[in-house]
């Protein structure tokens, strides 16, 4: 259907064919493999699944029963109104944020920095006694006092809740307004589960009081509001702070303030598949909460700390502090996946009889489930594509089954075209945090195949026997479903984004009539900014871009390679692909400047191109100054004279010979002070660029032109280490520059996080610090790959 931002205007079906970006692609779904049923499937019913907010969980289905923790900040906002934290936010309101510890499937520990108190909040689930699917789960919440002697201790307002997705009616527990040793707060039945009941506990003998309200519509993302609202009103009336202990008919969610003092612990424990036995209840309960559940925490604890030295074999050497920064990035990977439902918004192509008559309108996708790591819980608690493979990266070495489910997640998003969108916004609270510009996904437009960097890793992890026989059986069974799907993915690639010369390729979507941008985005690179050709047109060559393509089709061809033809209807010549994208002397005349002895695109450019300010009129008359793009020169086809994280592409994927002379001059590059080398990594952009930290349009600032990113410094220095350790005349060299970048990587991130309590989107090209998106656990936590020396292989 096609639906309008406005006014959300259906078309109905028979009015047209349904057109073929929004038809699935024909195959069955690899979320269907049996690997994903049964045991595996309800071990990760129930998770914190819900990274956007400070503390949440739910269960990976549509219609969920949903959980979340809100408090009372310390200030109040412009109304004069309380400000209560949910979620998660960009800003300094909390000192720290983000999880510990936490094994993706049934354990987590979270601390949050207050001004003078800290959360901690650890999730924690059992099968034992349940008939529930999924089992039981329980959240503690501890409060701690910072900076303040123990005895002096203050006032925390908690505010649990319990929505039903699915407007199933919840029911009031009867001690909700007289706590005793273990309340029942609420209860319910639903298909999934059973009968449920949601119980509280108080671990010590601090004053506990408890009031509530209750909501017919669960509107989890304006909660808080509504919370505020209902605060507001008691306020105004009695002076004291607390909710109504009102509910409106049949309501659906239920919150439940909890005010407490620090130094105190609230257990909160879930309970499913009841049947009538109350002393069964009485006992799970009683397991979930008090000394059986810290013994629980410990147990998790101690098996964290052993899976993590068994998969990352850090270096005793290391200081407590790095070992700490690397728990965090895998506590905060694992800790940050979380599960998705909704239907994708897809600009209107214009292939199709359908014609949008404006921006706001939009076809819909099918509706669709994504179970996904996210790049970072405040900024960007939703799926991107190019992001999900280096998460992976990751995430496999720690639980392969995991990253299969998720890459599987991915591809099931596929059109009938090949085409994945590459930014998944599905679902309100997803959307809630979403610019609106960047919300309708744009069918010509790709985004890197990261996740075949990843698959291309677990098969390179076969051959080096890293996986036990059923193990290496669940992968290939993955692969052999997959590979139909994956064959699609890169023929839309190789179709979509070729290049007018064989073996060339462009990224899509460069807006070559923008008068706003001094070098038109090139969003569906993944590297926004970055300066390409001034004046885009389809005789551009994208360095980047074939090397992506070079890295698909040898992945492709090594799945072939392992699962053998048996009548695998494959589109295109793999093995020739990779010759001819591997060939030398062929990149070199493409895209090799032996001047500057880097590799560049291509295009039609001028260096000439200029913001300035000019008087503009507008449709009402008025006058206003604007920053608008200025060309002065004539632009002409030629190599692009940008050098940065582009020009080293063919070096991260090893295409340079490591006899090559070539090698030493990108080797030379990348250690010159001069251009991208500094203390705490490698600029994104050289500061012998003309667009070094220049900013794009008067508000957007400089992103891949300078600061430096670790995803792009980690392939880097995955390949230095792999020219450090093959024969060839620049071994010493490589190595040298390796161990100087590594140690320069891992100090700066591990000096941040002791200075902010955060791993950062990107970092300062002259200072080092943090800068942009925190908590950016994704692929920020490659830092730990870095530490374990751990890199892919070619």
């Known amino acids: 259907m096609m639906m309008t931002g406005a006014s959300h205007k259906t078309i109905a079906p ?39 907010v400070y503390f949440g ?172 609202k209902n605060l507001a009103i008691h306020e105004n009336k009695s002076a004291r702070l607390q909710l109504s202990d009102t509910s409106e008919d049949s309501s659906s969610i239920y919150v439940f303030q909890i005010s407490t003092t620090t130094q105190s612990t609230i257990d909160i424990a879930f309970v499913s598949g009841i049947r009538g036995d109350t002393s069964d209840v009485e006992h799970r309960i009683r397991s979930l909460t008090g ?19 068994e998969c990352f074999h850090l270096s005793e050497k290391l200081d407590s502090e790095t070992l700490m920064v690397g728990k965090a990035a895998i506590g905060n990977m694992l800790g940050g996946i979380g599960y998705f439902y909704g239907q994708s918004k897809i600009q209107v192509p214009t292939s199709t009889q359908l014609q949008a008559k404006s921006q706001e309108e939009f076809l819909l996708y099918w509706p669709a489930e994504l179970y996904t790591a996210v790049p970072s ?70 985004n890197p195949p990261t996740l075949l960097l990843v698959i291309h890793d677990l098969i390179n992890g076969i051959r080096a026997e890293k996986f036990n026989k059923e193990e290496r059986d669940e992968i290939l069974s993955f692969l052999d479903l997959a590979f139909v799907r994956l064959d699609a993915w890169f023929q839309w690639f190789n179709t979509s984004q070729k290049g007018k010369e064989m073996g060339s390729y462009f990224w899509h979507g460069r807006d070559s009539l923008t008068n706003r941008q001094l070098n ?118 030629r190599l692009v004279p940008h050098i940065g994280y582009v020009s080293f592409f063919p070096f991260m994927f090893r295409i340079i010979p490591p006899a090559s002379s070539i090698l030493e001059k990108q080797l030379d590059l990348i250690s010159s002070r001069s251009t991208v080398w500094s203390d705490y990594g490698l600029l994104s952009l050289g500061k012998t660029s003309s667009l070094y930290m220049k900013y794009n349009t008067e508000h ?51 000096r941040n996080y002791d200075q902010t309590g955060y791993i950062w989107e990107h970092y300062d090209q002259t200072k080092g610090t943090g800068e942009g998106a925190r908590v950016f656990t994704g692929w920020s936590a490659l830092i730990l790959l870095i530490m374990s020396e751990e890199y892919p292989l070619f």
């Open 291 to 309: 000394l059986p559940l810290s013994s629980l925490l410990e147990e998790k604890h101690i098996a964290f700390d052993a899976k993590f030295k």
């Open 14 to 52: 028979d009015e047209f064919q349904i057109p073929r970006v929004i038809t699935p692609f024909p195959a069955p779904k690899l979320s269907h493999l049996p690997m994903f049923q049964g045991d595996h499937k309800e071990s990760l019913y129930w998770g914190t699944y819900r990274p956007q």
């Open 520 to 637: 038109p985005q090139s969003l569906s690179s993944g590297l926004d900014d970055y300066p390409r050709a001034s004046h885009p047109t389809e005789d551009e060559r994208h360095v980047d871009l074939r090397c992506w393509m070079y890295l698909a089709a040898d992945c492709m061809n090594s799945i072939i390679e392992f699962l053998g033809e048996k009548d695998r209807p494959a589109t295109v010549d793999y093995r020739s692909t990779v010759k001819l994208l591997a060939d030398f002397n062929l990149l070199n005349q493409m895209h090799y400047d032996h001047d500057l002895g880097a590799y560049l695109d291509f295009g039609n450019h001028t260096e000439d191109v200029r913001l300035v300010w000019k008087e503009v009129t507008g449709e009402d008359g008025r006058v206003s100054r604007e920053l608008v793009r200025e060309t002065f020169g004539k632009p002409e086809l």
């Open 377 to 446: 819980r405040p900024n960007f608690p939703r799926g991107f594509l190019w992001d999900e493979g280096f998460h992976q990266l990751l995430v496999w070495r720690w639980d392969f089954r995991i990253t299969l489910e998720i890459v599987g997640n991915w591809l099931d998003l596929m059109n009938i075209d090949g085409w994945i969108p590459r930014e998944q916004v599905l679902g309100d609270e997803a959307l809630s945090k979403m610019p609106k510009g960047y919300v309708v996904q744009i069918p010509s437009n790709g």
């Open 700 to 750: 957007e600032a400089p992103y891949w032109r300078g600061p430096i990113w670790m995803n792009m410094n980690y392939m880097i220095l995955s390949s230095l280490h792999h020219y450090s350790i093959v024969d060839g005349p620049y071994m010493a060299k490589a190595r040298s520059i390796y161990e100087q970048l590594r140690s320069n990587l891992i100090r700066n991130v591990v």
């Open 57 to 228: 969980v739910r269960a990976r289905t549509p219609q969920s029963l949903v959980a979340g923790l809100m408090w009372l900040g310390d200030e109040k906002d412009d109304d004069g109104k309380h400000v209560i934290r949910h979620f998660c936010e960009n800003s300094e309101d909390l000192k720290s944020f983000g999880w510990r510890e936490h094994n993706g499937v049934d354990f987590g520990r979270q601390e949050l920095f207050e001004q003078d108190i800290i959360l901690e909040t650890s999730f924690v689930k059992s099968k034992e006694g349940s008939l529930g699917y999924g089992g039981d789960w329980s959240a503690r919440i501890n409060l701690i006092n910072k900076g303040l002697n123990d005895e002096v201790q203050r006032t925390v307002h908690l505010f649990f809740y319990i929505a039903d997705e699915g407007g199933n009616i919840l029911n009031l527990g009867k001690d909700v307004l007289d706590p005793k040793e273990s309340s029942l707060l609420a209860s319910g039945s639903r298909a999934d589960v059973g009968s449920w009941q949601m119980h509280l506990t108080s671990q010590s003998q601090a004053h506990l009081e408890t009031h509530y309200c209750g909501f017919k519509n669960p509107d989890i993302v304006n909660l808080s509001d509504a919370v505020q």
